[in-house]
């Protein structure tokens, strides 16, 4: 048996030993943490109302039960740590973000049909790189800048064809040089239900989407893959896009621009555009997305389009893409006739889980009896992160004003760095 003595002895060293603990976490916590500036909460409380009017915290004789709310003022421990994140993620914001999109493409042309073999066995080589300036104004405001430098010669120059071979050049005016393709202001309005963008701008960024056809950085570099040739968009221009996304099945858009650097007034090269989209996923089978644009361009006589586009998954890792356009030709009473379909594969089906590949077709009509056919291939190969590899085979076929048939075989392969 423990004397009694000895037994207090030892439950005093233990209360001892418990103190001397709490006072180290004390100490611990006031060194690591610090108050947060005061915030205000609004608290749910119930409270008893009397005849007279007065609230009383428990129930009174003849008074009744309400809920309230309560403000209240309040301070909130936090670590020196999250103090640190929070400062670094504000000026973040608030600072300018630069980013970069580097390629380098090298083609070749064989041409086996043909008078004209100009283009025959050459080669030709594409520098691009784009600088991204990006920064917080204030909240869900922000302005965007994008810098391009291009190099090189693509053998649209030789080959003359309908649409580009090489999407890199499309909407840039000169090459060899650098240009700004957009600065713009973009804010969020109706809890981010309404975005408007107004700037200088690239319509084709907003309008005509594609989830599988519709970047040369990453998927197809034919232009005719990449956006519908019926927009006729041929450069970039100051102007204004509307987005109204209510985060359900439809989104509306609505967007404008001077469709011409020469132009002396906006009212003689007024581009607009409207769209209408569609979110649906038929038989469970994947997500689809569903567009259909109408567009008028005011240069010169004037002109009007209208067009679709589709994606949609099939499965896992495959999707579906289509589009159709229709435009008036200022030169005849016909109209130019453009659609494109095609598969693109993903998600693991490649050599690399990040590795993508497609297959897509192309066919141009025009009112001048001018014709185009293209199929292009493509596999794009994840490197690293940042670093992607990809190989194309394009075959393109043009039928001549004078009824005459040129055919090229172009393989391509493009070396792409984002960071």
Same mark, same amino acid.
């Given at each position: ?215 040369? $950085?990453?998927?197809? @570099? +034919? !232009?005719? #893959? ?5 927009? =006729?968009?041929?450069? *970039?221009?100051?102007? %204004? ?20 650097? $020469?132009?002396?007034? @906006? +009212? !003689?090269? #007024? ?5 209408? =989209?569609?979110?649906? *996923?038929?038989?469970? %089978? ?35 893409? =289509? ?97």
């Amino acid at each position: 048996m423990i004397p009694f003595g000895a037994q207090a002895e030892s439950d005093r060293e233990q209360l001892l030993k418990r103190i001397e603990g709490l006072e180290q976490r004390v100490i611990e916590l006031e060194t690591t943490t610090v108050l947060s500036d005061p915030e205000t909460r609004v608290k749910k409380i119930e409270v008893f109302v009397d005849e007279n009017g007065f609230e009383h915290d428990t129930q009174v004789p003849g008074s009744h039960r309400i809920t309230t709310y309560q403000r209240e003022r309040v301070y909130r421990r936090q670590t020196i740590n999250e103090k640190i994140e929070e400062a670094l993620d504000d000026a973040a914001s608030r600072n300018v973000q630069l980013g970069v999109d580097a390629a380098i493409i090298l083609q070749n042309v064989q041409q086996p049909r043909g008078e004209d073999k100009t283009a025959d066995g050459n080669f030709y080589q594409l520098a691009s790189t784009d600088l991204y300036f990006t920064a917080g104004i204030a909240q869900y405001t922000v302005f965007f800048a994008d810098i391009v430098g291009l190099s090189g010669t693509p053998p649209d120059n030789e080959i003359n064809g309908t649409t580009l071979v090489n999407g890199y050049a499309a909407r840039l005016i000169k090459q060899n040089d650098l240009s700004l393709r957009e600065a713009w202001l973009m804010t969020e309005l109706w809890d981010q239900r309404l975005s408007l963008v107004v700037g200088r701008l690239d319509l084709t960024n907003y309008f005509d989407a594609n989830a599988a056809a519709n970047d040369e $950085t990453s998927q197809f @570099l +034919s !232009d005719a #893959l990449v956006n519908n040739p019926a927009l =006729g968009l041929s450069e *970039n221009g100051a102007g %204004m896009a509307v987005v109204y996304d209510p985060k359900s099945a439809f989104n509306f858009r609505l967007g404008y621009q001077q469709s011409s650097s $020469t132009a002396s007034n @906006l +009212s !003689d090269s #007024l581009f607009l555009l409207l769209e209408a =989209g569609y979110q649906a *996923n038929p038989f469970h %089978m994947g997500e689809g997305n569903y567009r259909i644009w109408y567009r008028e361009d005011s240069t010169g006589n004037g002109s009007s389009a209208f067009g679709v586009s589709l994606d949609q998954r099939l499965m896992a890792g495959i999707t579906l893409f =289509g589009r159709y356009g229709s435009a008036e030709n200022t030169a005849s009473t016909k109209r130019d006739s453009y659609y494109s379909t095609g598969l693109q594969f993903d998600t693991g089906l490649g050599f690399n889980p990040e590795d993508a590949f497609g297959i897509g077709y192309s066919r141009s009509d025009l009112a001048t009896n001018e014709k185009e056919t293209l199929f292009e291939s493509y596999y794009n190969l994840a490197m690293t992160e940042k670093l992607r590899l990809s190989f194309h085979l394009t075959f393109l076929e043009e039928k001549r004003v004078d009824s005459s048939t040129d055919a090229y075989v172009i393989s391509g392969v493009r070396l792409q760095a984002s960071f």
